[in-house]
């Protein structure tokens, strides 16, 4: 087991973050501070009309929207996006949507000035461009933390891989927690849950610091306390602004420490079984509590966060997803031996090895299969 502790830690943060109810009107400010002078907007389709409202205004200096981002965005998507920024010579990215939206953002917005496409940097070791095109990110939901982190997660068939990078950080950060009070109620759930294991696994992760415990600590509780009002009671605007902060900050909780255990599982389990990615990664959230309770900093975060010990944390979560109506196992899969054995191997994902407790595949297996029964 690995209870190392150092007492070294770097704490460097290089997004300007703009947050209130109303701030999206902040963008003109946002577009100037950039330099930015013809800019694209990238969004999804169901997110258009909001796009089309930030065009109408002459100081936002948007010259051309794209909209066809979906979610676990494809290679495909970053490539279109670099193209029209390449063609048109734009020189500022708004990411206006959810993570899908801000990932696939970062990564034209990285590469665009350059001559690759997407697939020459993913999976292959090659570094991205040091700087790309500015980006000014607004998220739509409140969970992925992309907006303050250095990291694109993209799909390419059955893989779904993190890309990180200095040049895939956005410059700002608006958000506005009034864009997320029409955000349906799953997924509200799920991007919550998401939220909740960025500040769990921050906190977990062997290359946990004070600052990021802190803000761990912060959104957990936000979390713990709103997420529930935010799912059945989608107009309460205090529970959306809980939501928000709680996003962001647990979003700062990961981006140096790095997530663990279940962010490694949730990646096969998207690719491969389409389980979205907030409700993948909670699916395993509460056996990595269990299996990291031999930690005693994991039960002093439970205590933090008003519980007996880490048990009771686990317990809770449990709970939370069946309240917000998020899945809570593998049965209606009907998995095989194989597909467990596969998921299990799968599952050994570089982030793994953040986890305080190293955990085998064997180990791995057992938990798919009591999720599975
Ligand atoms: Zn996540």
């Known amino acids: 087991m690995s209870t190392a502790h150092s007492n070294k830690w770097l704490y460097r943060q290089p997004v300007e973050i703009r947050f209130g ?3 999206v009107s902040q963008l003109p ?5 950039v330099g930015g002078t013809k800019g694209l907007v990238i969004t999804s389709a169901s997110l258009r009309h909001l796009a089309e409202g930030l065009q109408q ?3 936002n200096r948007i010259a051309a929207v794209y909209s066809e981002v979906r979610p676990n965005p494809s290679l495909q998507f970053v490539d279109e996006c670099a ?16 993570g899908s939206v801000l ?16 697939r020459y940097y ?20 409140a969970g992925t933390g992309s907006e303050v982190t250095s990291v694109s997660v993209l799909s390419d068939k059955q893989n779904k891989l993190p890309l990180s990078a200095p040049s895939l950080t956005a410059k700002i950060a608006i958000i506005d927690p009034l864009l997320t009070m029409t955000l349906p109620p799953k997924l509200t759930a799920i991007s919550g849950i998401d939220a909740l294991c960025h500040a769990i696994e921050g906190y977990s992760s062997i290359h946990h610091q004070p600052i990021c415990d802190a803000l761990a600590v912060h959104a957990a509780q936000l979390i713990l306390g709103n997420l529930e009002t935010a799912v059945v009671d989608g107009k309460n605007q205090a529970a959306r602004e809980a939501m928000a902060e709680a996003a962001v900050t647990a979003g700062l909780a990961f981006a140096l420490p790095k997530t663990t255990g279940p962010h490694a599982c949730s990646y096969p389990l998207t690719a491969q079984y389409g389980i979205p990615h907030g409700e993948a990664c909670g699916l395993t959230l509460e056996w990595f509590v269990q299996i990291n309770a031999e930690i005693p900093r994991i039960q002093e975060l439970a205590r933090q966060l008003g519980f007996a010990d880490a048990e009771a944390l686990a317990n809770r979560i449990t709970e939370l997803k069946q309240n917000i109506g998020v899945r809570t196992n593998l049965r209606d899969f009907q998995l095989t031996a194989a597909q467990i054995e596969k998921l299990a191997q ?15 595949v064997e180990m791995m297996k057992e938990m798919y299969r009591s999720l599975a029964e």
């Open 21 to 23: 109810s109303g701030s």
């Open 29 to 33: 400010e946002a577009v100037w501070s």
């Open 57 to 59: 205004n002459p100081d």
């Open 83 to 98: 193209a029209l920024l390449r063609a048109q010579n734009l020189d500022f990215v708004i990411a206006i949507g959810g």
């Open 103 to 118: 990932d696939c953002a970062k990564a034209a917005a990285a590469i665009a000035e350059g001559k690759h496409t997407i």
């Open 122 to 141: 993913y999976g292959t070791g090659h570094p991205l461009p040091q700087e790309g095109i500015p980006v000014i990110a607004i998220p739509t939901t």
């Open 346 to 360: 799968d599952s050994q994902h570089p982030n793994l090895q953040n986890n305080p407790v190293p955990v085998t």
